[in-house]
């Protein structure tokens, strides 16, 4: 026969952890406003292009090594107005795809002054190594239920 102890020890807090769980999930999705979404970069909220409206100026797709890599993105794009910029270089020389660096600009307003990106800055980085990398330019907008990205390659001799 179980003891009451055991009931009040084991069994009384899984019941009240699914009971309050419930309870919590029901309320936060009752709200009008309120939405599960377990895919937040994913599903029908979020729209992808690639290439559409970006462009490079003042990219080299060839440099020699210890030189820096400098250039600023051109972006023409009515549907964003300001949104995040991210610049991610992967080292492609290897079998496996590495991080080389990323950088981000946050809360970059462009389409109204017609600026290039990042805004007041020009983006430069030192390459070190000879091989092939990938240029991974992303922008989100202010909501980032929209993106849109573009890959260059770029050959360091």
Same mark, same amino acid.
């Given at each position: 026969?179980?003891?009451? /102890?055991? !009931?009040?020890? +084991?069994?009384?807090? &899984?019941? @009240? ?11 936060? @999705? ?10 937040? !970069? ?6 992808? /292009? ?5 462009? @490079? ?5 060839? &440099?020699?090594?210890? /030189? ?20 991610? &270089? ?14 981000? +600009? @946050? ?15 020009? +983006?430069?980085?030192? &390459?070190?190594?000879?091989?092939? +990398? ?24």
């Amino acid at each position: 026969m179980v003891k009451p /102890s055991a !009931f009040v020890i +084991y069994i009384l807090p &899984i019941v @009240l952890s699914v009971s309050l769980g419930t309870a919590v999930m029901a309320e936060t @999705l009752s709200s009008p406003d309120r939405e599960l979404n377990f895919l937040q !970069f994913g599903g029908d909220g979020h729209t992808s /292009s690639s290439k559409s409206g970006i462009s @490079l100026v003042g990219f080299n797709d060839e &440099i020699s090594q210890n /030189s820096s890599i400098e250039f600023s993105v051109n972006f023409s794009n009515s549907d964003f107005n300001c949104g995040d910029l991210y610049i991610t &270089i992967y080292d492609v020389s290897s079998s496996e795809k590495q991080v080389l660096t990323q950088s981000g +600009y @946050l809360k970059q307003c462009f389409i109204q002054n017609n600026d290039t990106l990042p805004v007041d800055d020009i +983006y430069s980085e030192l &390459i070190t190594e000879p091989g092939i +990398y990938e240029i991974y330019v992303e922008i989100f907008n202010e909501k980032y239920s929209k993106n849109i990205s573009m890959t260059e390659t770029l050959r360091v001799n």
